[in-house]
């Protein structure tokens, strides 16, 4: 039976719900990714508990521009898996319905033929108007589907263009997917998603230009990871996996974790995601990517970072739901609308107001 791990009581309904998610019930799984998505009551309460059961799996990122073929690609990783008796959980983030609100469901339709499978379980997450390539609760989903014992997470984002990072702040490793009509490679290699990459693959190399991609982003590695310029950090001197949603950099005053020795030799690999080829060679490149990850220690370093973001976030969440609801700033700010808009106040003496009663001042 699940219990909290400060020995506090349950809810029997959560209680039940916990119990059977231990038991390995599909249903319970669905449920709890549910109520972590929707932010159901309860909700804070479930992740807690499940935290301590996290560690067993390999989160992979796939990203990359709209048309990639991220899905079948995808699709192509996890039936890989699966013959190697591997389970796998995977996060599909879709566009959200302009009708519903709910995920458009296109990448769960191209994953359709490996969904039935007893060994997998993906699950569809609408954007809801989220920027950076994934849900708001994506993070914590990928947590629910590792608490649950799945051996590998998948995080397949959005079709996403240059600058949304949010992925290599929630993978282990992230695979950024690119074809022979994503344009100029060496253009490519500027933006900030390229260099949030830890492996490349020109998928669709079966078609015209492929080849040529593939060696000019090998070229451009070379040029960029190279001796001449080990002593120069990432474009622009930002680090992509310390940018925040928002894209402003974490906080000065969190040490930054040590470097780690030796340098993983980003490859760039070519796959045919619809007839399978290359498929079985990525699966093996995240896989040594993955042991590169626990002999070097950037795992671990991997993981502070995305901890000490997690926190920071559920701080962020608390003070604004204290500042905005507890502490009456949503009332506030309605009833000085009036004196904003007759310039008798300005924005930052309201809001240094609000500031002041969610302090207690």
């Known amino acids: 039976m699940v219990s909290h791990r400060n020995g506090a009581a349950l809810d029997p309904e959560l209680r039940g719900l916990l119990d059977r998610f231990a038991a390995g019930e599909l249903a319970a799984l669905a449920r709890t990714i549910s109520m972590v998505e929707n932010g159901r009551p309860g909700f804070e309460t479930i992740l807690d508990t499940l935290y301590f059961r ?4 390999h989160r ?3 990203t990359g521009p709209p048309g990639a073929g991220k899905s079948t690609l995808t699709a192509g990783l996890i039936r890989h898996y699966r013959l190697r008796g591997l389970t796998v959980g995977a996060v599909a983030v879709d566009p959200t319905s302009p009708f519903t609100g709910g995920a458009l469901l ?8 490996v969904a039935l499978d007893q060994g997998v379980f993906i699950r569809s997450m609408a954007t809801r108007g989220a920027l950076g390539g994934l849900a708001l609760t994506t993070k914590e989903v990928a947590d629910v589907l590792d608490a649950f014992g799945f051996d590998q997470v998948i995080i397949e984002t959005v079709g996403v263009g240059q600058s949304e990072l949010d992925v290599a702040a929630a993978a282990d490793t992230t695979v950024v ?10 253009q490519a290699m500027k933006a900030g998603l390229m260099e949030a990459a830890d492996l490349f693959v020109v998928n669709k190399a079966d078609r015209p230009g492929a080849d040529r991609l593939a060696r000019e982003l090998s070229m451009m590695l070379h040029f960029r990871l190279g001796q001449l310029m080990k002593n120069i950090p990432a474009h622009h001197g ?6 925040r949603p928002g894209g402003n950099p974490a906080p ?3 040490p930054e974790p040590a470097p780690v020795a030796g340098q993983w030799d980003i490859p760039v690999l070519r796959t045919t995601a619809e007839t399978g080829v290359g498929v079985g060679e990525l699966a093996d490149a995240i896989a040594a990517h993955a042991a590169w990850l626990d002999r070097s220690g950037e795992r671990s370093r991997r993981r502070r970072v995305r901890l000490a973001e997690r926190v920071r976030e559920q701080v962020a969440r608390r003070l604004q739901a204290h500042t905005w609801w507890d ?7 309605e009833e000085a609308l009036p004196a904003l808009e007759a310039g008798e106040v300005s924005p930052y003496e309201v809001a240094a107001r609000i500031v002041r009663a969610a302090l207690g001042e």
């Open 238 to 243: 930002v680090d992509p996996r310390r940018v």
């Open 60 to 62: 992979i990122g796939v």
């Open 327 to 333: 502490r009456g700033g949503t009332v506030a700010l």
């Open 106 to 113: 296109g990448d769960r339709i191209r994953m359709n033929d």
């Open 54 to 57: 996290l560690g067993r799996a």
């Open 252 to 254: 000065s005053s969190t």
């Open 177 to 186: 997917v690119l074809v022979p009509e994503s344009g100029d490679s060496i």
